[in-house]
């Protein structure tokens, strides 16, 4: 069967938020539109991403606790008019977990009287698990899958991505509000690190707490590694991811090692933690995890 050509394929618009942590070049390399979460801080009000990033946050976490909300009905109108001038008429915007924050619904409000069709989705993850779904729907996007086959594709792939966290302390998520089923009881003055996940309601939970530094790396590649061995899961085509935020060489390590234990990867997705997600996670942090594809099956 002959390619499509571009001039059949449907226009379609992938959105996210800026808890997405999308690296720049591939945000640019598939035109992938992002709204920045908005930062408050004693001396005033950021857009992530654009006037304020990680290193900055961590920073103002050693004087003070930094607010975040979502993004602003102004730049969500602004980019709705955007696509508009653009050509498209349909999008798919894929957010950071309900668990987490808001920003979903206000999307899927401001979206209603738009003359966009826009599929609004709740990943129920966060970083590079909405990262990694976004990307993948991106690339499904580029082969040419129809939209209305996309969004379901892209509901499934939520539950099919799975990441884990580690991070130094609980303090800044039980401060910020965002703890979720997490326990509070994980004592640093024990040396416990904590590994985090969503659970299917997309809300924080600990799967597992190592003593000590050391042991954090280990315990999250032996976290991937029960995933893949889940027998729905064997022989399933997948993708990798990893993460760091004001880590780059545990991170370049973390990297290495899970190339090396899941050698039959598709893709790799990198990212860092963006500043959003600093300000409830701290510096000091790793993850890692893998994404379940199906095959498009989809003729191009």
């Not at 005033?44 to 654009?50: A, L, T, V, W």
């Not at 003593?211 to 029960?226: A, N, P, Q, T, Y």
């Not at 004001?246 to 090396?260: I, N």
Request: proline share 4%; charged share 30%.
């Amino acid at each position: 069967m002959e390619q499509k050509t571009d001039e059949y394929k449907e226009k379609i618009a992938i959105i996210t938020d800026s808890c997405a942590d999308v690296p720049k070049d591939l945000e640019k390399q598939y035109g992938i539109y992002v709204l920045p979460m908005v930062i408050s801080c004693q001396d005033g009000e950021y857009k992530d991403g654009i006037d304020i990033h990680a290193e900055d946050v961590y920073e103002k976490l050693k004087k003070e606790m930094p607010k975040t909300s979502t993004p602003t009905g102004e730049d969500l109108e602004n980019l709705l008019e955007k696509l508009k001038q653009e050509g498209y008429d349909k999008a798919i915007a894929i957010m950071i977990s309900s668990g987490l924050s808001g920003t979903v619904n206000h999307v899927r409000l401001s979206v209603e009287d738009s003359d966009l069709e826009v599929c609004v989705i709740d990943s129920l993850s966060a970083s590079i698990g909405n990262g990694a779904i976004v990307l993948q729907a991106a690339i499904w996007r580029e082969e040419g899958v129809p939209y209305a086959e996309l969004c379901d594709k892209v509901k499934g792939l939520c539950r099919d991505t799975k990441v884990f966290f580690s991070i130094d302390t609980l303090e800044y998520l039980q401060k910020g509000g965002r703890i979720g089923k997490a326990t509070a009881l994980v004592g640093t003055a024990l040396s416990i690190k904590p590994i985090l996940s969503f659970d299917d309601e997309g809300e924080i939970y600990t799967p597992a707490k190592v003593r000590g530094h050391k042991l954090v790396e280990k315990k999250l590649l032996s976290l991937v590694e029960e995933c893949a061995a889940v027998p729905e899961n064997t022989g399933r085509h997948y993708n990798i991811v990893v993460a760091d935020g004001g880590a780059p060489e545990e991170g370049e390590e973390l990297e290495r090692k899970m190339k090396e234990l899941f050698p039959d990867y598709h893709r790799l997705f990198r990212a860092k933690i963006g500043a959003a997600l600093s300000a409830y996670l701290g510096p000091g942090l790793l993850g890692a995890g893998i994404q379940f594809v199906p095959e498009n099956n989809n003729p191009d």
